[in-house]
T-cell receptor, first 116, second 113 residues
Framework: DAGVTQSPTHLIKTRGQQVTLRCSPKSGHDTVSWYQQALGQGPQFIFQYYEEEERQRGNFPDRFSGHQFPNYSSELNVNALLLGDSALYLC???????????????FGAGSRLTVL | DQQVKQNSPSLSVQEGRISILNCDYT??????FLWYKKYPAEGPTFLIS?????DKNEDGRFTVFLNKSAKHLSLHIVPSQPGDSAVYFCAASEGNYGQNFVFGPGTRLSVLP
């Protein structure tokens, strides 16, 4: 049973460019959340998708956008890249139901973005 | 404004001894807390959780304690093993679904053989 898979694992972009990161959730999960982890910090919530709609959003500018497809996979898009966008981007999947101890986030290994 | 704090960036413990990792939070609306462990080049993996209606939860070598009045929780690992060496993140959530987690900055645990 495959867990959460993310692609690409590493990428390098220059300032002003745009990037798309992809995520396939764990089998059976219907909700995808994206987190940004800067060096030396904990993951920071970007947004969450369920039923192909953005349901919650953290404190990130509109340059960060996303999409969820009918098969529950998701994309994270970042426009007009800044040096400060360099980070590890983590995708996490879960099952959308009344929260219980069993329904925790399952994370992928992340996509490491470097902006030069 | 950090809502979840882990004030010890690193911790070293001898194999077989107890490891205690601490976490403080400021948001009194948080009602669910989790600990995640992260190895290099891997995503965080869930370790143990506790809801605000409890003050202790135990799973094998791992025990989490919650002190709501102090807005403090701790993770105890007994006995510590070299394979426990990793970065540990404390995370908290509020609300019905609890899926918008706020993470602390992490504590790097090194268990020395």
């Amino acid at each position: 049973d495959a867990g959460v898979t993310q692609s690409p694992t590493h990428l390098i972009k220059t300032r002003g460019q745009q990037v798309t990161l992809r995520c396939s959730p764990k089998s059976g999960h219907d909700t995808v959340s994206w987190y940004q982890q800067a060096l030396g910090q904990g993951p920071q919530f970007i947004f969450q998708y369920y039923e192909e709609e953005e349901r919650q959003r953290g404190n990130f500018p509109d340059r960060f956008s996303g999409h969820q497809f009918p098969n529950y996979s998701s994309e994270l898009n970042v426009n007009a890249l800044l040096l400060g966008d360099s980070a590890l981007y983590l995708c996490a999947s879960s099952l959308r139901q009344a929260f219980s101890g069993a329904n925790v986030l399952t994370f992928g290994a992340g996509s490491r973005l470097t902006v030069l | 404004d950090q809502q979840v704090k882990q004030n010890s960036p690193s911790l070293s413990v001898q194999e077989g001894r107890i490891s205690i990792l601490n976490c403080d939070y400021t948001n009194s609306m948080f009602d669910y807390f989790l600990w995640y462990k992260k190895y290099p080049a891997e995503g965080p993996t869930f370790l143990i959780s506790i809801s605000s209606i409890k003050d202790k939860n135990e799973d094998g070598r791992f025990t989490v304690f919650l002190n709501k009045s102090a807005k403090h929780l701790s993770l105890h690992i007994v006995p510590s093993q070299p394979g426990d060496s990793a970065v540990y993140f404390c995370a908290a959530s509020e609300g019905n679904y609890g899926q918008n987690f706020v993470f602390g900055p992490g504590t790097r645990l090194s268990v020395l053989p």
